[in-house]
Nanobody, 122 residues
């Protein structure tokens, strides 16, 4: 059974920090590119950060560069998103995603978690 479970969301004041974590099971985590997306109220879902296998090929949305950091721990099958200097416009549901990829002749479709709410407000 393939699943991704996000945790770490909650309420935080502007300027504060949160660390989100995504725990994966049921697929070849170490070879799969992983991403964090978010969808704010009335907004489109957008890519926040992506990390490739072995922790390479990291990309960030322009709006979070210098504030957020994505990392992965293949020993624990987790991918984290550290968020600093949070702003009200960071308020969103944050989703973990295993990106679609091919490995050893097998296709792995994209896999989404259910999301965790982050609210930045005073």
């Amino acid at each position: 059974q393939v699943q991704l479970v996000e945790s770490g969301g909650g309420l935080v004041q502007p300027g504060g920090s949160l660390r989100l974590s995504c725990a994966a099971s049921g697929f070849n985590f170490s070879r799969r590119p992983m991403s964090w997306y978010r969808q704010g109220p009335g907004k489109e879902r957008e890519l926040v950060a992506r990390i490739g296998s072995a922790g390479g090929n990291i990309v960030y949305a322009e709006s979070v560069k210098g504030r957020f950091a994505i990392s992965r721990d293949d020993a624990e099958d987790t991918v984290d998103l550290r968020m600093n200097s949070l702003r009200p416009d960071d308020t969103a549901v944050y989703y973990c995603k295993g990106e679609a990829f091919f490995d050893k002749g097998r296709y792995y479709p994209p896999q989404w978690g259910q999301g965790t709410q982050v609210t930045v407000s005073s």
